[in-house]
């Protein structure tokens, strides 16, 4: 008898468990994310990146080396542009488009602005996800992936 209650009790319970574990990875992965975002960003809005001529790639790899192992920095995009006020910033999440063979096409945009300029800097990451058991799914893009986001809207110092 308590094998039969344990066998109707053990799958779900996994599959919370799986459930749980996921969750956990992905907004541990947004925190950092996050982090990571606001560290590189500082750079644009005290002039640093600005002073040292600092590349979109350099911007990027920035970023990708204050990420963790499990982090690929070929997932990390970045999008830096110049908005004409804080309130028509454009902080919406991008669309994304795929060739097909599944590979991003996307264009990102880096222009760091100069003194007094309100910049939007989006860091997006492409976390690929494990669908689980019971139909549980974080995945909201293509090719079984979650979208993290990081978004910062501010004016230059100038």
Known sequence: MALIEFAMVVGPFLALLLATFETTITLFTQQV???ASEKAARTILTGTAQRANTTA????NNICATLPSYMKCSSVMVDISVASSIS???TSSPTLTYDSNGNLTN???YNVGGPGDVVVVKTMYLLPQVAGPLGFNL???QGKNRLLMSTYVFRNEG
């Open 88 to 90: 028509n910033a454009n």
């Open 57 to 60: 790639t350099q911007f990027k």
């Open 139 to 141: 995945a909201n893009v």
């Open 33 to 35: 994310l996050e982090t």
């Open 107 to 109: 264009t990102w945009s």
